[in-house]
Protein backbone atom coordinates (compact mmCIF):
# COMPACT_ATOMS: atom_id res chain seq x y z
CA UNK A 1 0.00 0.00 0.00
CA UNK A 2 2.85 2.25 0.63
CA UNK A 3 4.85 1.89 -2.18
CA UNK A 4 1.45 2.33 -4.24
CA UNK A 5 1.16 5.63 -2.52
CA UNK A 6 4.94 6.73 -3.32
CA UNK A 7 3.88 5.98 -7.00
CA UNK A 8 0.81 8.09 -7.29
CA UNK A 9 2.61 11.02 -5.42
CA UNK A 10 5.63 10.48 -8.25
CA UNK A 11 3.31 10.52 -11.11
CA UNK A 12 1.38 13.50 -9.87
CA UNK A 13 4.12 15.33 -9.43
CA UNK A 14 5.49 14.46 -12.97
CA UNK A 15 2.36 14.99 -14.54
CA UNK A 16 2.49 18.84 -12.66
CA UNK A 17 5.62 19.31 -13.67
CA UNK A 18 5.57 18.35 -17.13
CA UNK A 19 2.06 21.02 -17.37
CA UNK A 20 4.09 24.00 -15.84
CA UNK A 21 7.11 23.14 -18.50
CA UNK A 22 4.33 23.55 -21.19
CA UNK A 23 2.83 26.61 -19.70
CA UNK A 24 5.88 28.06 -19.75
CA UNK A 25 7.74 27.33 -22.86
CA UNK A 26 10.89 26.50 -20.63
CA UNK A 27 10.81 22.63 -22.22
CA UNK A 28 11.14 23.96 -25.51
CA UNK A 29 14.19 26.73 -24.72
CA UNK A 30 11.37 29.94 -25.84
CA UNK A 31 12.20 32.24 -23.63
CA UNK A 32 12.68 35.25 -26.00
CA UNK A 33 15.14 37.51 -24.05
CA UNK A 34 12.80 40.51 -24.31
CA UNK A 35 11.25 41.79 -21.10
CA UNK A 36 9.63 44.46 -20.84
CA UNK A 37 6.39 45.61 -21.89
CA UNK A 38 5.22 44.59 -25.31
CA UNK A 39 3.83 45.85 -28.56
CA UNK A 40 0.51 46.94 -27.04
CA UNK A 41 2.57 49.48 -24.24
CA UNK A 42 4.29 51.36 -27.39
CA UNK A 43 3.29 55.04 -27.39
CA UNK A 44 0.05 54.79 -24.85
CA UNK A 45 -0.60 55.19 -21.19
CA UNK A 46 -1.53 59.30 -20.96
CA UNK A 47 -3.93 61.69 -22.78
CA UNK A 48 -2.46 63.32 -26.22
CA UNK A 49 -0.67 66.25 -25.28
CA UNK A 50 0.89 68.34 -28.46
CA UNK A 51 3.75 66.23 -30.36
CA UNK A 52 3.33 62.24 -29.90
CA UNK A 53 2.39 62.58 -26.57
CA UNK A 54 1.72 59.40 -24.88
CA UNK A 55 -2.01 58.26 -24.35
CA UNK A 56 -4.73 56.79 -22.36
CA UNK A 57 -5.00 53.00 -22.54
CA UNK A 58 -7.72 51.88 -25.37
CA UNK A 59 -8.42 48.59 -27.05
CA UNK A 60 -5.73 47.78 -29.45
CA UNK A 61 -6.55 48.07 -33.26
CA UNK A 62 -5.19 44.15 -33.78
CA UNK A 63 -4.54 41.32 -31.69
CA UNK A 64 -1.47 40.54 -33.93
CA UNK A 65 1.98 41.66 -32.28
CA UNK A 66 4.88 43.44 -34.44
CA UNK A 67 6.42 39.90 -34.05
CA UNK A 68 3.49 38.37 -35.47
CA UNK A 69 3.36 40.55 -38.31
CA UNK A 70 7.02 40.43 -38.91
CA UNK A 71 7.21 36.56 -38.89
CA UNK A 72 4.45 35.95 -41.83
CA UNK A 73 5.28 39.65 -43.55
CA UNK A 74 7.83 40.82 -46.23
CA UNK A 75 10.16 43.75 -45.45
CA UNK A 76 9.12 46.84 -47.91
CA UNK A 77 9.92 50.60 -47.77
CA UNK A 78 6.27 52.81 -47.73
CA UNK A 79 6.16 56.52 -48.10
CA UNK A 80 3.04 58.22 -46.48
CA UNK A 81 2.00 61.06 -43.74
CA UNK A 82 1.27 59.86 -40.64
CA UNK A 83 -2.04 59.60 -38.58
CA UNK A 84 -3.33 58.90 -35.24
CA UNK A 85 -6.73 57.08 -33.99
CA UNK A 86 -7.16 55.80 -30.62
CA UNK A 87 -3.91 55.54 -29.16
CA UNK A 88 -2.55 53.64 -32.61
CA UNK A 89 -0.18 55.65 -35.75
CA UNK A 90 -0.86 54.80 -38.63
CA UNK A 91 0.61 55.60 -41.90
CA UNK A 92 -1.45 56.65 -44.60
CA UNK A 93 0.04 56.35 -48.63
CA UNK A 94 -0.63 55.64 -51.75
CA UNK A 95 -1.00 52.14 -51.01
CA UNK A 96 -3.94 51.99 -48.03
CA UNK A 97 -3.45 52.68 -43.98
CA UNK A 98 -0.81 50.90 -42.69
CA UNK A 99 -0.82 50.19 -38.71
CA UNK A 100 2.35 50.74 -37.45
CA UNK A 101 3.79 48.23 -34.69
CA UNK A 102 6.95 50.19 -33.47
CA UNK A 103 7.55 48.02 -30.23
CA UNK A 104 8.81 48.05 -27.05
CA UNK A 105 7.43 51.22 -24.68
CA UNK A 106 10.95 52.12 -23.35
CA UNK A 107 12.65 51.13 -25.96
CA UNK A 108 10.85 53.15 -28.07
CA UNK A 109 10.84 56.49 -25.49
CA UNK A 110 14.83 55.91 -25.62
CA UNK A 111 15.16 56.69 -29.69
CA UNK A 112 13.91 60.12 -28.63
CA UNK A 113 10.82 59.61 -30.99
CA UNK A 114 8.16 62.53 -31.57
CA UNK A 115 5.32 61.46 -34.35
CA UNK A 116 3.18 64.69 -34.80
CA UNK A 117 -0.10 63.70 -37.31
CA UNK A 118 0.42 65.24 -40.61
CA UNK A 119 4.12 64.69 -40.68
CA UNK A 120 5.28 63.26 -43.95
CA UNK A 121 7.47 59.62 -42.77
CA UNK A 122 9.39 56.99 -45.07
CA UNK A 123 8.57 53.49 -43.31
CA UNK A 124 10.70 50.60 -43.89
CA UNK A 125 9.52 47.48 -42.15
CA UNK A 126 8.21 43.97 -42.25
CA UNK A 127 4.12 44.13 -43.84
CA UNK A 128 1.69 41.69 -43.63
CA UNK A 129 -2.03 42.99 -44.89
CA UNK A 130 -2.56 46.51 -43.72
CA UNK A 131 0.46 46.35 -40.57
CA UNK A 132 3.64 47.13 -40.90
CA UNK A 133 6.15 45.62 -38.10
CA UNK A 134 8.44 48.64 -38.54
CA UNK A 135 11.94 48.18 -38.70
CA UNK A 136 13.10 52.02 -39.26
CA UNK A 137 11.12 55.65 -39.85
CA UNK A 138 12.76 58.21 -41.28
CA UNK A 139 10.74 61.58 -40.82
CA UNK A 140 12.95 65.15 -41.30
CA UNK A 141 15.67 63.50 -42.25
CA UNK A 142 16.17 61.49 -39.16
CA UNK A 143 16.01 57.81 -38.91
CA UNK A 144 14.73 55.94 -36.01
CA UNK A 145 15.69 52.43 -35.86
CA UNK A 146 13.19 49.79 -34.04
CA UNK A 147 13.98 46.40 -35.72
CA UNK A 148 16.59 44.19 -37.68
CA UNK A 149 15.70 43.49 -41.46
CA UNK A 150 15.07 39.93 -40.52
CA UNK A 151 12.44 41.25 -37.68
CA UNK A 152 14.31 41.02 -34.63
CA UNK A 153 13.63 43.66 -32.33
CA UNK A 154 16.47 46.15 -31.27
CA UNK A 155 15.78 45.95 -27.47
CA UNK A 156 15.62 42.15 -27.32
CA UNK A 157 18.90 41.70 -27.05
CA UNK A 158 20.24 38.25 -27.95
CA UNK A 159 17.53 37.98 -30.00
CA UNK A 160 13.81 35.57 -30.75
CA UNK A 161 13.79 32.16 -28.91
CA UNK A 162 17.42 31.52 -28.55
CA UNK A 163 16.57 29.55 -25.80
CA UNK A 164 18.67 32.14 -23.23
CA UNK A 165 15.47 32.54 -21.22
CA UNK A 166 16.33 36.27 -19.32
CA UNK A 167 12.96 37.64 -20.39
CA UNK A 168 8.90 35.66 -20.06
CA UNK A 169 10.92 32.67 -20.38
CA UNK A 170 12.65 31.03 -17.22
CA UNK A 171 14.94 27.77 -19.19
CA UNK A 172 18.26 27.36 -21.11
CA UNK A 173 18.70 25.41 -23.35
CA UNK A 174 19.28 25.30 -27.32
CA UNK A 175 15.92 25.19 -28.10
CA UNK A 176 15.17 21.78 -28.16
CA UNK A 177 12.71 19.59 -26.40
CA UNK A 178 14.58 16.87 -24.46
CA UNK A 179 14.17 14.49 -22.16
CA UNK A 180 10.70 13.45 -20.92
CA UNK A 181 7.76 13.53 -23.63
CA UNK A 182 10.66 14.07 -25.98
Not at 24 to 41: P, V
Not at 76 to 96: K, N, P, Q
Not at 108 to 136: F, M, N, P, W, Y
Not at 138 to 166: H, Q, V
Request: charged share 25%.
Amino acid sequence: MRIRMIVMAGVAAGAVALALAGCTDTARGDGNGQGGEGYRGALRGTEVSGRGGVRSAVEPASERTGRDVADAGTLRTISGTLSSDDAEWYLDSGDGRFLLHLGNTSYVEQTGLVLEAGEAAVVRGIVDADEVSVVSLEIDGKTFAFRSEDGRPLWAGGGRGAGRGTGRGSGQGSGRTGGLGA
